[in-house]
């Protein structure tokens, strides 16, 4: 939800305390602009449940993208996906 920022940060919640954490707009994109030093996971989350208007489906196949650039160096990006039913969030299945 709200994956191309229009919305600025509409469904999206802070994570961590990164150096720099902003939507930033380049070439007519909104994108999130992170910058961390100390910190291993910071930036940005999403929780999606059903009432959030999002239901995963059996059977279905879904795709989910991203786009990452550095400035320099070798960093290391981490994406990570749990999926839990809304009944029972200790069942998580990564």
């Known amino acids: 939800m709200n994956g191309a920022f229009k919305r600025n940060t509409e ?3 802070n994570w961590g305390n990164p150096t720099t954490r902003e939507i930033v707009t380049n070439n007519g994109r909104k994108w999130m602009h992170i910058v961390s030093t ?5 930036g940005y989350s999403q929780n999606h449940y059903s009432d959030y208007g999002i239901t995963i489906e059996g ?3 879904y795709t989910i993208s991203l ?3 550095a400035a320099s160096g070798t960093p290391t990006i981490c994406v ?3 999926w839990f039913t809304i009944d029972n969030p ?3 299945a990564n």
């Open 67 to 69: 786009k990452a650039y």
């Open 11 to 13: 469904f999206w919640n």
């Open 80 to 82: 990570g996906f749990h």
């Open 38 to 42: 100390t910190e291993r996971f910071e």
């Open 90 to 92: 200790s069942s998580i």
């Open 59 to 61: 059977g279905k196949t």
